[in-house]
């Protein structure tokens, strides 16, 4: 077990609704990234939160936000829904913000889907 | 921006065959990373690479970095039904905080 949690499991909205997903990083690790997995596609980057301040962002429109918490802890918040927001959201931990990826650690994700 | 192109895409193999898959890009990187995913649950880490030529095992799996930095190479040998799962290949950006992942090779193993 990896020690990462995301909560809820799985999620059913309609377009257009908001969602926040959470995450809990596993101990002693400051910094949480966001990917998002389409279906039949690897993991894309959404961002990183270091320090409880976004620290890297990837190719996702500003209705993709984010918060860290004082506990490393963090929030993904997708506004104003879409069809294509179904998918996998995979949150991951690691010790530093940069180098050492290979030391990233992945929750099982949420499951989204929009309908 | 950087992609990472794997294959096959997908894979049906009996139970005791050795397996073997690829990545490719148009851009070089240092660092090769193989994931396996499997229902429900985030990657996992198999190998990491980080010179080229290396060659490195982890049980029965063996990755190799490509000399060109562009490729890398996973094979399983005799395979057992709990290699069953997508796998990945990623490559980190440098100066970046982010994983670039390739679409993953999807394993099915025949009993």
């Known amino acids: 077990e990896t020690g990462v949690t995301q909560s809820p499991t799985h999620l059913i909205k309609t377009r257009g609704q908001q969602v926040t997903l959470r995450c809990s990083s596993q101990s002693g690790h400051n910094t949480v990234s966001w990917y998002q997995q389409a279906l039949g596609q690897g993991p894309q980057f959404i961002f990183q939160?270091?320090?409880?301040?976004?620290?890297g962002r990837g190719n996702f429109p500003p209705r993709f936000s984010g918060l860290q918490f004082p506990n490393y802890s963090s929030e993904l918040n997708v506004n104003a829904l879409e069809l294509d927001d179904s998918a996998l959201y995979l949150c991951?931990?690691?010790?530093?913000?940069?180098?050492?990826?290979?030391?990233?650690?992945f929750g099982s994700g949420t499951q989204l889907s929009v309908l | 921006g950087q992609q990472l192109n794997q294959s096959p895409q997908s894979m049906f193999i009996q139970e005791g065959e050795d397996v073997s898959m690829n990545c490719t890009s148009s851009?070089?990187?240092?660092?090769w990373l193989w994931y396996k995913q499997e229902p429900g649950e985030g990657p996992v880490l198999l190998i990491a690479?980080?010179?080229?030529?290396e060659l490195t095992s982890n049980g029965r799996l063996t990755a190799q970095f490509g000399i060109t930095r562009k490729d890398s190479f996973l094979n399983i040998s005799a395979s057992i039904p709990s290699d069953v799962g997508i796998y990945f290949c990623?490559?980190?950006?440098?100066?970046?905080?982010?994983?670039?992942f390739g679409q993953g090779t999807r394993l099915t193993i025949n009993p």
């Open positions: 990623a490559g980190p950006i440098q100066g970046a905080q982010k994983l670039v």
């Open positions: 991951a931990s690691s010790t530093t913000p940069v180098g050492g990826l290979e030391k990233l650690f």
């Open positions: 851009s070089i990187f240092n660092t």
């Open positions: 690479l980080y010179k080229a030529g």
């Open positions: 939160y270091y320090r409880e301040e976004e620290n």
